[in-house]
């Protein structure tokens, strides 16, 4: 059945206003048909883990949402002397450091060591930052230590 105009138009609207969720979509789809017809073991094996993966990292993402509280609790950074900065990939960091420094060696040097190693290519990084020295940790600590600071204050 042929589309009219206006369907035409409505679709190309919607089309335009969803690009994100039909991306997603059509991975989905593609993902689904691999897995169905024509994953090995070997690649099923390397898609159980990259889920796994995955999965970390969306916890840890739903817990940043506490340590955004923190971050909005003007008082609490205040009565602790805290900057606290969310990263949303460890690249951010990279990117923001090198920006503000003109040694890239230096700097590219200290990431390496502090942060390549510690963080995977996408978990966010908390940086809680004290009298002018940050700390870096995944949410789920960062959120532990913010939470144990702010619990002290109440005390």
Same mark, same amino acid.
């Given at each position: ?61 739903? !817990?940043?949402?506490? @340590? ?5 609790? *003007? $008082?609490?950074?205040? +009565?602790?002397?805290? #900057?606290?900065? =969310? ?14 420094? !003109?040694?890239?060696? @230096? ?5 390496? *060591? $502090?942060?390549?190693? +510690?963080?995977?290519? #996408?978990?966010? =990084? ?30």
């Amino acid at each position: 059945m042929a589309l009219t105009d206006a369907q035409k138009r409505a679709q190309k609207k919607y089309n335009e206003k969803n690009k994100n969720k039909r991306k997603i979509i059509s991975y989905r789809n593609s993902a689904k048909m691999f897995i169905r017809r024509f994953a090995s073991d070997e690649s099923l094996d390397e898609l159980e883990e990259l889920i796994k993966e995955r999965r970390r990292i969306n916890l840890l993402l739903s !817990d940043l949402d506490g @340590v955004r509280a923190f971050i909005n609790n *003007k $008082k609490f950074l205040d +009565k602790n002397g805290l #900057e606290i900065k =969310i990263w949303r990939r460890p690249e951010d960091l990279l990117k923001d450091r090198l920006q503000k420094n !003109d040694e890239k060696k @230096v700097v590219e040097k200290w990431f390496a *060591k $502090k942060i390549e190693e +510690k963080f995977s290519k #996408e978990e966010p =990084i908390v940086e809680i930052k004290k009298a002018g020295k940050s700390k870096f940790y995944d949410s789920f600590r960062g959120y532990d230590i913010l939470d144990w600071l702010n619990d002290q204050i109440d005390q």
